[in-house]
């Protein structure tokens, strides 16, 4: 049974930093993509970030560039998404998910994190 436990978040001041992490069993972690989305009131979900199995590609979205990173530590089956600068358009559900097809691709991802919330107050 995959799992994927997601850890972090909460309410933060505009500027601030926060660190998600998203720990995955169940699967063999290594050979999964791993990506982080996010879900604002009244809208889609959108692609944040995303990494390779190997850690050795990783790939941001537009409005998170230069502010967060994503890393994963195999050894530990976790990856983490290290947001700085955080502003208020940040606020949204975070939900972490695990994939074999493309990384890039939001219907790609097979395994879902239950999601944690990020609120930014200006």
């Known amino acids: 049974q995959v799992q994927l436990v997601q850890s972090g978040g909460g309410l933060v001041q505009a500027g601030a930093s926060l660190r998600l992490s998203c720990l995955a069993s169940?699967?063999?972690?290594?050979?999964?993509?791993m990506g982080w989305f996010r879900q604002a009131p009244g809208k889609e979900r959108e692609f944040v970030a995303a990494?390779?199995?190997?850690?050795?590609?990783?790939y941001n979205a537009g409005s998170v560039k230069g502010r967060f990173t994503i890393s994963r530590h195999n050894g530990a089956n976790t990856v983490y998404l290290q947001m700085d600068s955080l502003k208020p358009e940040d606020t949204a559900v975070y939900y972490c998910?695990?994939?074999?097809?493309?990384?890039?691709?939001?219907?790609?991802?097979?395994?879902w994190g239950q999601g944690t919330q990020v609120t930014v107050s200006s």
């Open positions: 990494i390779n199995g190997s850690g050795s590609t990783t």
């Open positions: 169940g699967l063999p972690f290594g050979t999964y993509n």
């Open positions: 998910a695990a994939t074999r097809g493309s990384m890039y691709l939001r219907y790609e991802y097979d395994f």
